[in-house]
């Protein structure tokens, strides 16, 4: 009972001072802004299918890819609202989360329940009606971020390895909804820098915290920035060579038809590097997303990647 009096207490602290620092926020706005739209960047991994399954100048496709990466970006905001409402209590510790609209009581959570409901039911409904197996792997997308707003986040490894096993998801998902096969050396490229990025940013809220890092995540007195970087460490090791890899093997080569590939290896190996930089030197890596779109060089160097790519990968096929 007490803990009850306690919730309700904090929501209603949280709510006058939302009103006396963020002016006449209204709902339809604090909504938006909890789905988080900055951070759909991320679901772009879902065109790794169209790209690399060849079908990039199929319009049939495209718009089957396009249909699947606003399908995840509903599925990303249902995700981000019961993170929001699960975590906001600790957000309410952390100098710029206690800032979200659930945190700091801008968005009733009734409001943010059935939103996320709503959304939810929108989403997996349109990825039914594009094909079954894409359905399958964005439900289970959905129940795995969920599951991390619940209890996976509070287990040492396995709350990063969850976050790296999204992006894996998204890329799954991406090639189901176009037909199209994804190479293993692609997924294996994709979780190992998905895992990059989730150390690099317990890191990041390692250090920027502090002391009250434990008060905002639990699961970070489990690490330590020594720790992190050791696992940092391997893991951008592991990148280079699975990417180096996937890009001379014979089965790319015979695939694309091309051995070209191969040029596009500095592109990561920058990227990564500037990243690292971003991290250690610049106190950044809170959210991957913000600093990809922040960081000119850093967003210069995707682009060249993804145009070098394909032009690399499409030459043979172009009349």
């Not at 207490?9 to 001072?17: G, L, V």
């Not at 945190?103 to 039911?121: D, F, R």
Request: aromatic content about 10%; hydrophobic content about 55%.
């Amino acid at each position: 009972m007490a803990r009850r009096v306690s919730s309700f207490q904090a929501d209603a602290e949280a709510s006058m001072t939302e009103r006396s620092t963020s002016g006449h926020r209204s709902i339809p706005l604090s909504l938006i802004l909890s789905l988080r739209p900055a951070q759909w960047t991320k679901n772009l991994l879902v065109f790794a299918g169209l790209i690399f399954g060849l079908r990039m100048f199929e319009p049939a496709a495209v718009a089957t890819a396009i249909a699947a990466f606003v399908i995840f970006c509903g599925l990303s905001g249902v995700v981000y609202l019961v993170n929001d409402i699960q975590d906001r209590h600790t957000d309410r510790q952390h100098p710029l989360k206690r800032h979200r609209p659930i945190a700091a009581g801008a968005l009733p959570l009734g409001i943010a329940w059935t939103a996320a409901a709503v959304i939810a039911a929108i989403s997996l409904g349109a990825a039914v009606a594009i094909n079954r197996p894409f359905a399958i792997a964005a439900g289970g997308y959905l129940a795995l971020q969920i599951l991390y707003s619940g209890p996976l986040k509070h287990i040492v490894i396995l709350d990063a390895l969850t976050i790296a096993l999204g992006f894996v998801l998204r890329a799954i998902a991406g090639a189901l909804a176009v037909n199209v096969a994804i190479s293993h050396w692609l997924l294996v490229c994709t979780i190992l820098l998905a895992l990059f990025l989730a150390l690099a940013k317990r890191r990041h809220e390692l250090v920027m915290l502090a002391g009250g890092a434990t008060d905002h995540r639990p699961i970070l007195s489990e690490y330590s920035p020594y720790l992190l970087d050791q696992m940092i460490a391997v893991v951008t090791a592991s990148t280079f060579i699975a990417y180096i890899f996937y890009t001379i093997s014979p089965e790319t080569e015979q695939k694309f038809g091309t051995e070209w590939l191969g040029l596009t290896i500095p592109f990561p190996l920058y990227g990564i590097f500037r990243y690292l930089y971003l991290v250690h030197q610049r106190e950044g890596g809170g959210s991957p997303a913000d600093l990809l779109l922040n960081d000119r060089p850093l967003l210069a160097c995707v682009t060249l990647w993804v145009v070098a790519v394909v032009l690399i990968i499409y030459h043979p096929f172009v009349p």
